[in-house]
């Protein structure tokens, strides 16, 4: 198979068996879980995540249309000054100044549903930093996701380029339900 739409049909096939696999409970440790983001419609794409390995909870609900609001400061360690969009909503952070279940934590404890911590690494766009517990002992029951830098930081600056608080998202996907030709990926990322 040497035609464009080759790999994304083994993609496609590869992601069935394996979401397919999945306990009832949720997602196993390094799978895959996507978002879609629904506006702006400049991003409108297809993201994803990988879970955390050893803390936070599970998606058992699907959202339709939720919030992805990035913290301020993004780095989540400690108090946020826009902790009150953040509750009942999904939270963008930024990697890097504390734990990731630091990070976790401060979200949970501000009300949100579930945190994505971007790599600060604004050009990776191809490997997943497995997040782990620190040595605290300290648990987080938030689902708690990954994405590439890359795609941190465009989600960020459409959001800054449109003047927007937050993205609407979808959470998570299935995208075996999706035919391949109607994915859509961002441009940015290999998928």
């Not at 590869?14 to 696999?21: E, Y």
């Not at 009832?24 to 879980?33: K, T, V």
């Not at 419609?41 to 609900?61: E, M, Q």
């Not at 600056?157 to 075996?176: C, D, F, K, M, Y």
Request: hydrophobic fraction near 40%; charge should be negative.
């Amino acid at each position: 198979l040497a035609a464009p739409g080759a790999a994304m049909l083994r993609r496609s096939l590869w992601l069935c068996l394996c979401l397919c696999s999945c306990p009832a409970r949720g997602l196993r440790i390094h799978e895959y879980l996507y978002f879609q983001v629904l506006s702006p419609g400049d991003i409108r794409y297809i993201f994803t995540a990988t879970p955390a390995k050893d803390f936070g909870g599970v998606f058992n609900t699907r959202y339709e249309q939720i919030h992805l609001v990035p913290a301020d400061p993004p780095e989540a360690c400690g108090e946020l000054n826009n902790g009150v969009f953040i509750q009942d909503q999904i939270a963008l952070v930024e990697r890097g100044g504390c734990s990731f279940l630091s990070k976790t934590r401060v979200i949970q404890e501000h009300g949100g549903r579930a945190v994505i911590i971007a790599d600060n690494a604004y050009d990776n766009d191809s490997f997943y930093i497995e997040m782990i517990q620190d040595s605290s002992r300290r648990t987080a029951d938030i689902p708690a996701l990954f994405l590439l830098g890359r795609d941190g930081y465009m989600i960020r600056r459409s959001l800054e380029q449109h003047g927007l608080p937050w993205a609407v998202i979808s959470i998570p996907v299935n995208v075996t339900s999706i035919p391949t030709y109607e994915m859509m990926q961002p441009p940015w990322t290999f998928w």
